[in-house]
Structure formats: structure tokens, C-alpha cells
């Protein structure tokens, strides 16, 4: 595999590219983005196995979406079956690598657990007890740097891998070591693509919604409600588009 390296004006390029794809088809983009959320929730609500089960459908899922807006980018008309088309490809790599993640996730949490107080687990269980006292007074910070350092690599091995199993064919393990590869090369790219998706996604929407709240709470809570409606979509186009950008397309994709 060849992954190019890219400049950093490339991260921003992604969001901007993400949002001209979306433009092209919203309904079809938007209906997989959605059906893709959807389906993963539906799938985790089983007992038991619900939340091992959406593991390892999510990198097949995901590849759906992205042949979705493969599609659009070449102009190819599909029907809203494409969010399934990742199970027709390489099917067991694609499970695999859920598997991995899945596995890597659950080691990066028992590692932070070690670390952590208490706080950060009372507050993923949204216990109302965890003021700003006890803030100061936990290692909060150190456990969050913990998850962070270990999270990253984790990520960054499945970032290309789904799009590697299946449109290149490969094992799971040699797309994800291919997609951490990938994201070493072109870590400037992928800082300012994590910036602008931090401004663009939260900060910029926060200060709107925040200055209409002084207008009227009920037109700021009006004009919350179709950010997200643009904001994943855009985000899962934005995917496609450092996807192609760095490893280009396989055969004759764009016909």
C-alpha cells in the first residue's frame, strides 16, 4: 500500500470537501450517515451482546456510508441499500477489525480505570454528586491525558482500516497497521482536519446558539435542532474525502 503525504492545508480541505459532497446528494449521504447511527444503536440495545455485537458490524457499517459517498463523488446513482454493501466485501477482515478495536477499547478503559479515582467514572454515570470541589481535588487531568495517549494510536489504526479491508482486500491486521501508518505520515494534516472539526462542529455552533439564547431561548433551541442534520453527514463525507485523498481510490472506482 501507498499512503501519500499530504499538507496540512489538506485537513482543512476535508471538512469543506465533506460539505460539497453532501450538497451534491444530502438525502442519500444523510439517509447513510443516520441509517448507520441507527443501526448501531439498534443492534446495542440487545442484552449481553448488544454492545460486542455493534463492535463488530460497525467497520462493515461504515464502509456502507463511505460507498455511499463514493457514489456521489463519481456521479453513480444507488439506492438506500448501499448502507449494507460493506457485508458484501472481505466481510470477515471487516470483522475482525471490530473485534480489535473492540478488544483495544476495552484495554485502553481498564488501563484508565487504574488511574482514575473515581471521578471520571462517577461522571461517565452522570452522578449528580461530582461539583467542582471535587473536581479540583481528583486526578482528573491525569486520567483524561491517560485515556488520550492511549486512545490515539487505538484510533488512528482503525481510521483507514474498514476502507482498506474492503476496497483493498486486506487482512485486518495489515490494514490497521497500513492506517496507523497513515495517520503517522500525515499527523500535520490530521491536527488542523481536528481543529477545524472542533471549531466548525462545536465552537462556532456553541457561539451562535449562545448569542440567539440572548435573543430568544426558544429560537436558539429552534436553530440547535439541524445542526447535527448537517453537521454528521458533512463529517462522514469529510471521512470519504481524506480516505481518497491518501490512498486514492482502487481500480477504476470513479467510473
Not at 155 to 177: D, G, I, T, V
Amino acid at each position: 500500500m501507498q499512503a501519500n503525504t499530504l499538507r496540512t492545508a489538506h485537513g482543512w480541505n476535508w471538512l469543506r470537501e465533506g460539505l460539497q459532497l453532501w450538497r451534491k446528494n444530502p438525502a442519500l449521504i444523510s439517509f447513510a450517515a443516520f441509517g448507520y447511527l441507527l443501526a448501531l444503536l439498534v443492534v446495542s440495545i440487545f442484552p449481553f451482546v448488544g454492545q460486542i455485537a455493534a463492535s463488530l458490524l460497525m467497520p462493515a457499517l461504515s464502509v456502507g456510508v463511505l460507498n455511499a459517498c463514493r457514489a456521489v463523488d463519481a456521479g453513480r446513482k444507488v439506492g438506500p441499500d448501499v448502507l449494507f454493501s460493506g457485508f458484501r466485501g472481505n466481510l470477515p477482515s471487516l470483522l475482525a477489525i471490530g473485534g480489535l478495536y473492540l478488544a483495544g477499547s476495552v484495554l485502553v478503559l481498564l488501563v484508565v480505570s487504574m488511574v482514575d479515582d473515581g471521578t471520571l467514572a462517577a461522571m461517565m454515570r452522570g452522578d449528580g454528586d461530582v461539583n467542582e470541589a471535587a473536581l479540583a481535588n481528583s486526578n482528573i487531568g491525569t486520567t483524561l491525558l491517560v485515556g488520550t495517549l492511549l486512545s490515539t494510536p487505538l484510533m488512528m489504526a482503525y481510521w483507514f482500516a474498514p476502507m482498506l479491508a474492503s476496497w483493498w482486500k486486506l487482512p485486518a491486521a495489515k490494514a490497521m497497521f497500513f492506517s496507523f501508518y497513515a495517520c503517522l505520515r500525515n499527523w500535520r494534516p490530521f491536527l488542523a482536519y481536528a481543529i477545524g472539526v472542533m471549531v466548525f462542529g462545536a465552537v462556532l455552533p456553541g457561539l451562535l446558539i449562545g448569542v440567539l439564547g440572548l435573543v430568544s431561548p426558544t429560537i436558539a433551541t429552534l436553530a440547535s435542532f439541524p445542526l447535527p442534520l448537517i453537521l454528521v453527514p458533512v463529517l462522514f463525507g469529510s471521512f470519504y474525502a481524506n480516505t481518497r485523498d491518501v490512498f486514492g481510490l482502487p481500480g477504476d472506482l470513479r467510473q
